[in-house]
T-cell receptor
Framework: NAGVTQTPKFRVLKTGQSMTLLCAQD?????MYWYRQDPGMGLRLIHY???????AKGEVPDGYNVSRLKKQNFLLGLESAAPSQTSVYFC?????????FGPGTRLTVL | AQSVTQLGSHVSVSEGALVLLRCNYS??????LFWYVQYPNQGLQLLLK??????LVKGINGFEAEFKKSETSFHLTKPSAHMSDAAEYFC?????????????FGQGTTLQVKP
């Protein structure tokens, strides 16, 4: 049981490039979330999904898109990366009121 | 709108001393309350949570927290700090209404444990 996994672990992008972060969970959870973590700001919710085929905006959705085509996967896309998107990105899935977090993806946008 | 405030971005204690990390929330209705810990270069791990019932909640690694409705607080304590407790700690709340499970996090408190 791997729990929540994230791919890649690290990535460096140039401004304007695009990329997709993959989150996968093997716990059959309905709810999944994407957060970004910045120093002194805690974690802020980008987008979330309450089930396969559904997505919704969180607190800081601008510049990001998501898809939940399969229950176990939740993808976060950056269409045109900006330096302000330099951050650590965490995915989580939820069961019985508790969110379980992945190890994170450290993204740097130059 | 809900919000969470963690008093003190850095807390330093000696090994064996009491750990007290403060968390206050703002919500019209008492929310679900959580404490997460993050070790360097890792994801977040649940320490404990309060949903209903007993207001003193015990978690992993000897930590506990008490929900005080009158003070809108959920402070985290541990009687005796260990070097392995050095980490960043996050308080979070989740709305009881609706069913999205969204978490609102505090800014985090870095705990330093001195030998």
């Amino acid at each position: 049981n791997a729990g929540v996994t994230q791919t890649p672990k690290f990535r460096v992008l140039k401004t304007g490039q695009s990329m997709t972060l993959l989150c996968a969970q093997d716990m059959n959870h309905e709810y999944m979330y994407w957060y970004r973590q910045d120093p002194g700001m805690g974690l802020r919710l980008i987008h979330y999904s309450v089930g396969e085929g559904t997505t919704a905006k969180g607190e800081v959705p601008d510049g990001y898109n998501v898809s939940r085509l399969k229950k176990q996967n939740f993808l976060l896309g950056l269409e045109s990366a900006a330096p302000s998107q330099t951050s650590v990105y965490f995915c989580a899935s939820r069961s019985s009121g508790t969110q379980y977090f992945g190890p994170g993806t450290r993204l740097t946008v130059l | 709108a809900q919000s969470v405030t963690q008093l003190g971005s850095h807390v330093s204690v000696s090994e064996g001393a009491l750990v007290l990390l403060r968390c206050n929330y703002s919500s019209s209705v008492p929310p679900y309350l959580f404490w997460y810990v993050q070790y360097p270069n890792q994801g977040l791990q649940l320490l404990l949570k309060y949903t209903t019932g007993a207001t003193l909640v015990k978690g992993i690694n000897g930590f506990e927290a008490e929900f005080k409705k009158s003070e809108t607080s959920f402070h985290l304590t541990k009687p005796s700090a260990h070097m392995s407790d050095a980490a960043e700690y996050f308080c979070a709340v989740s709305d009881r209404s609706g069913n999205t499970g969204k978490l609102i996090f505090g800014q985090g408190t870095t705990l330093q444990v001195k030998p």
